[in-house]
Nanobody, 124 residues
Framework: VQLQASGGGLVQAGGSMRLSCVASGRTFRSYTVGWFRQAPGKERDFVAG???????IIEESVKGRFTISRDNAKTTVYLQMNNLGPEDTAVYYC???????????????????WGQGTLVTVSS
């Protein structure tokens, strides 16, 4: 599976942005997909994940502002980000793997496939 993340850019605080993660491969519908982000000088952290059955897991710090969804026909997972703040500035990565179970969705090491990252910059 190859992943291509896109949709990043510069946005003002309070604005919205939608990231896309397009996957190659016919078995995409069986994969769990996660979004992670790495802010400058910080470790990469979990943001949101969506399992093969549509079940979503959202990190508490972005709950209510971010949503994750998938379109299996387009082999794409979306991260809709609303009410963005400067603290959301980071490189956002998508990751996928068919073997991720519910208890591992937040665990980066559980994902075998990663996209290249897309930079989101939120200005205050």
């Amino acid at each position: 599976v190859q992943l291509q993340a896109s949709g990043g850019g510069l946005v003002q605080a309070g604005g919205s942005m939608r990231l896309s993660c397009v996957a190659s491969g016919r078995t995409f519908r069986s994969y769990t997909v996660g979004w992670f982000r790495q802010a400058p000088g910080k470790e990469r952290d979990f943001v949101a994940g969506i399992r093969y059955n549509g079940h979503t897991i959202i990190e508490e710090s972005v709950k209510g502002r971010f949503t994750i969804s998938r379109d299996n026909a387009k082999t794409t997972v979306y991260l809709q980000m609303n009410n963005l703040g400067p603290e959301d500035t980071a490189v956002y990565y998508c990751a996928a793997d068919a073997s991720v179970i519910l208890s591992n969705v937040r665990n980066q090491a559980a994902y075998g496939y990663w996209g290249q990252g897309t930079l989101v910059t939120v200005s205050s």
